[in-house]
């Protein structure tokens, strides 16, 4: 497959105007552009901010790009544009005219000031969906305030209960805040596409990290709005089942799923466990939370007995929930992980080639292909303004 070529994707025909930077908007727009949208990552001259945050980065020669930006704009084509400048304005204007997505994340109210906002282009362009990304929402005291996810996974408790028992609030390896916006934000997109296609009219739909990050919580959200307790962070213990987390074996660590009594039998049956099995403490699933700290002190030892290796094949067997603690190179080396083709190796305009991950879902028993890999600065410019009518005049720094 060409990286022109979209047919069979869902998204096939549908453009995508692009006025986002960092990682919350590209991380959607990059999902958008997997499902075949064709989506304009519009740059200001010096770039995404990403282009800069490093080491590491990824060196080929001369060539040097940042490996946090390759990690989310692969499927996109790059223009340059200075919003300040009457004529680069004009252009984007143009770009918006035949889009039928735009989204953009920059503080609330910019786009407004720009003559960029949903009300003008609403009335002018009526079946434009128009996507709003902010760090608090658009209406209340913290609207104006600049929103990163380190910022909104401590404001939304999330380091609260995120660590180790007694340990420091500690954020998550990855941006959450920012990853699980950008997929909320992306479902809201396609339902309103959706209904386009019945009313003929696009909506505006926001997505804020703090409420994202919020709602991430879930059942630790659940447990203070309904049962009044403020969780605490507990490590990688569950704080409603037992055995559920991380466990130390005899050469490194797994992780374990116990998520009812059947599967709490079988794991003891498993790895022949005859004390614990016939204990009544451990009969159910309460019993064990409440006495969490008795069971582990007999099961830990017992557990460093055997090996990784030893204790997925009895407990695959058994049919219950494990799994070895990877890093990265773990990962990667996985036989499941290579036969899925989780990474994918493109070519790349300065780098001559690099490697990202595929889309991560099927589409009839097929994953998406990665059409075009992350682009250089500018990289499409001058092509995206011919496709526009845009020409006779260098705007951005086109290819």
């Known amino acids: 497959m060409t990286e022109h070529e979209t047919s069979g994707l869902p998204l096939a025909g549908v453009r995508v105007a692009d006025f986002t930077r960092v990682l919350t908007g590209p991380y959607c727009t990059m999902l958008l552009g997997d499902l075949g949208a064709d989506v304009i990552k519009v740059e200001p001259p010096q770039g995404d901010d990403t282009r800069t ?26 223009v340059l544009l200075d919003l300040k400048d009457a004529a680069d304005m004009e252009a984007a204007r143009i770009l918006i005219a035949s889009a039928d997505i735009l989204v953009e994340n920059f503080r609330p109210g910019t786009f407004d000031r720009l003559g960029l906002g949903w009300e003008e282009l609403h009335a002018h362009h009526p079946r434009l969906i128009y996507a709003t990304i902010s760090g608090f929402g658009l209406s209340g005291p913290y609207r104006d305030r600049a929103g990163y996810d380190v910022i909104a996974q401590g404001m939304g408790g999330f380091m609260s209960y995120n660590g180790e028992e007694g340990g420091q ?46 709602s991430l919580g879930t059942s630790q959200v659940s447990r203070y709005l309904t049962g009044g307790q403020i969780p605490r962070a507990q490590g990688n213990d569950h704080p409603s089942i037992v055995p559920y987390g991380t466990f130390e074996c005899a050469d490194g660590m797994f992780n374990l799923a116990v998520g009812n009594d059947s599967l709490w039998r079988r794991y003891c049956d498993a ?35 055997f090996t ?21 190179q773990e990962v990667f080396s996985d036989p499941h992980v ?13 780098l001559g080639k690099t490697t990202v991950t595929a889309a ?20 499409h410019t001058i092509e995206v303004l011919a496709e526009l009518g845009v020409g006779g005049r260098e705007v951005g720094s086109g290819e």
């Open 53 to 78: 945050w490093g080491p590491p980065f990824q060196v080929s020669g001369a060539a040097r790009e940042s490996t946090y930006f390759l990690s989310v704009n692969r499927n996109k084509r790059s």
């Open 169 to 214: 609030p500690l954020r998550a390896g990855v941006a959450v805040a920012d990853v699980f916006a950008g997929a909320l934000i992306t479902q809201a997109i396609l339902a309103a596409l959706y209904e386009r296609e019945r009313t003929g009219v696009g909506r505006r739909v926001d997505v804020n990290l703090l409420e994202g990050i919020i």
């Open 271 to 305: 790895l022949g466990f005859t004390g614990l099995r016939h204990n009544p403490l451990y009969d159910t699933n309460e019993g064990r939370v409440h006495h969490r700290e008795a069971l582990n002190a007999e099961m830990f030892p017992a557990l460093k007995a």
């Open 308 to 328: 990784r290796a030893e204790i997925t094949a009895r407990l695959d067997a058994a049919g219950v929930p494990c799994g070895p603690v990877y890093d990265m």
């Open 338 to 350: 290579q036969e899925r083709g989780v990474a994918v190796q493109v070519p790349h305009a300065s």
């Open 360 to 379: 991560p879902w099927r589409i009839d028993g097929q994953t998406p292909p990665v059409r075009r890999a992350p682009p250089t600065p500018g990289q």
